[in-house]
């Protein structure tokens, strides 16, 4: 799509605290996304390398080595619940600083990692370096927008996000044929820099000095209580941490499917680039249409449809014999178009009644959805073993536990 194109949507939404260097839309968007971005590389990359990595610390357990992927949202979780706070007391840009060199480390600790062990610890640590870019890139552009014109813009922001995850695997698997499973690493080490760098030269702090909020327990605890004022808050949390924990199933078993239960050891990638498209093209459809129907509205219709397509699965499938594989990525295509509608506007929903406590209001409500999220992911994903069955299962089982909350909180946006 052509830049000036893309330029002309963003054009007159100019983030009002970086009036000094006056930055474009585009550049604020990109930049955002690639502090998200480095999260999904952490994650996705290393998909291709996992049957690797744990033959290299010897391991060959493939439930195990899901955990790889899933206790990297562990640390997701509990690094934003500290690092949210932080950026609401010393500023945004400071506590961006603290996170990338923890998640450095972290990254070294994977490289030189012997046992399953040391590498576990080293991806949990790397989520919790990662929650801070990931956490504060979402308090800055709230700090930033609100509404319908917040959820915009995250459309975007997810959108250019979604990139990675298309690319990402594939990246992981070039890294192993030319090389090896640490190189993938390193990769991500240098990505990490030159966001950092970026970041550093061309992103103004967008915390007011009226607005800091000096740092002590009693953050959590006045945070906990506002947050539990507003039930959209708490509500569209919850149903955040149900979707995302059924989204993490196939995140982290994925590669089991296509490279064990099918035989797709090459075609994988690009397998899970097509399926991370549809993501993409749905989320940059909603950033067009939530301005006329409403995050609310559009949320709600997307996960009437998420659910359904998987009890449709379940309802086919429940031998638990794979289908073909066309059946399958046309059933999960769907399903994904589905979640492109509902990743960004559920987040943004939650926020909204809670902007002005926007760093510790994106530390609590994310780390409560992933701690639904992960152990979601991490049970589920233990039945993956000889179909894709419990997958849709999961989807089903998360959708209609929140389309009933959704009910309860009020569907229809006037």
């Not at 690319?167 to 990769?187: Q, R, V």
Request: aromatic fraction near 14%; glycine fraction near 10%.
């Amino acid at each position: 799509m052509p830049s000036n194109y893309l330029y002309g949507i963003f054009k007159g939404y100019l983030c009002p605290m970086n009036k000094k260097r006056q930055s474009s839309q585009l550049e604020f968007v990109a930049l955002m996304a690639s502090l998200m971005a480095i999260v999904a590389l952490t994650i996705d990359a290393l998909l291709p390398a996992l049957t690797n990595i744990g033959i290299s610390i010897g391991n060959t357990n493939s439930t195990d080595h899901q955990l790889l992927i899933t206790l990297i949202f562990l640390g997701l979780g509990l690094g934003q619940l500290i690092f949210g706070p932080l950026s609401d007391s010393f500023g945004r840009k400071p506590i961006v600083y603290i996170g990338f060199i923890i998640f450095l480390i972290a990254s070294v600790i994977c490289i030189s990692a012997q046992s399953l062990e040391v590498m576990l610890l080293g991806r949990c640590l790397q989520g919790v370096g990662l929650s801070a870019p990931r956490t504060i890139s979402i308090s800055i552009i709230r700090d930033c927008y609100k509404g319908d014109r917040m959820a915009k813009i995250m459309s975007f922001v997810t959108v250019i996000f979604i990139l990675v995850p298309i690319i990402a695997p594939t990246l992981g698997m070039l890294m192993l044929e030319y090389y090896d499973w640490k190189s993938i690493f390193y990769i991500q080490i240098l990505f990490a820099l030159v966001v950092v760098i970026w970041f550093w030269k061309r992103q103004e702090e967008t915390l007011k000095p009226k607005m800091k909020i000096p740092f002590s327990y009693h953050v959590f605890i006045d945070g906990v209580k506002e947050i539990l004022k507003f039930k959209d808050a708490l509500g569209f949390t919850i149903i955040t941490g149900l979707i995302t924990g059924a989204f993490m199933v196939y995140l982290s078993a994925s590669q089991h499917i296509f490279q064990s239960q099918y035989g797709l050891v090459k075609e994988f990638p690009l397998i899970f680039a097509g399926l991370a498209g549809s993501v993409g093209l749905a989320t940059f459809l909603n950033g067009t249409l939530v301005m006329k129907l409403g995050m609310r509205n559009l949320s709600f219709y997307a996960l009437i449809a998420y659910t359904f397509v998987a009890l449709a699965y379940v309802g086919l499938f429940y031998n638990g014999i794979n289908p073909s594989l066309f059946v399958l990525i046309t059933f999960l295509v769907i399903s994904f178009f589905s979640l492109g509608f509902l990743f960004g506007n559920l987040r943004a929903i939650a926020m909204q009644p809670i902007g002005h406590i926007a760093g510790i209001g994106a530390a609590i409500t994310g780390f409560v959805s992933t701690i639904i999220a992960v152990p979601i992911g991490t049970y589920i994903g233990t039945y993956v073993i000889s179909s894709a069955l419990p997958l849709f299962i999961g989807f089903f089982v998360c959708g209609i536990l929140s389309l009933v909350l959704f009910t309860w909180l009020g569907r229809v946006q006037k």
